[in-house]
Nanobody, 124 residues
């Protein structure tokens, strides 16, 4: 069983900072791309940022320059440092990971997993 356990959400005032963490556990060969998504109230889930196993980050335009995604491959953990938070950043934040597993013989296959979500509320 693969589990993505998030932590670090909470309530903060506009302009403040929060740091989210997501630790992956389970019997997988490796973790490929990891990322953070969010779902604002009444809206669809959207991409926030992703990071490859080699550390290459990609951000959605609305968080560029304010959020930083990093990962620690030795701890199977991805982080999201959120600075200069705005009320429109209020959402449930979900961790996402793509894990590789052994298949038959030399085959490998990939599966996508999600965390349970952590609430981030930014008060104006």
């Amino acid at each position: 069983q693969v589990q993505l356990l998030e932590s670090g959400g909470g309530l903060v005032h506009a302009g403040g900072s929060l740091r989210l963490s997501c630790a992956a556990s389970g019997s997988f060969l490796s973790i490929n791309t990891m990322g953070w998504y969010r779902q604002p109230p009444g809206k669809q889930r959207e991409l926030v940022a992703t990071i490859t196993s080699g550390g290459y980050p990609v951000y959605t335009d609305s968080v560029l320059g304010r959020f930083t995604i990093t990962r620690d491959n030795t701890r199977n953990t991805v982080y999201l440092q959120m600075d200069s938070l705005k009320p429109e950043d209020t959402a449930v934040y979900y961790c996402n990971g793509h894990m590789t597993f052994h298949g038959k013989g030399w085959d490998r296959y990939e599966r996508e997993y999600w965390g349970q979500g952590t609430q981030v509320t930014v008060a104006s």
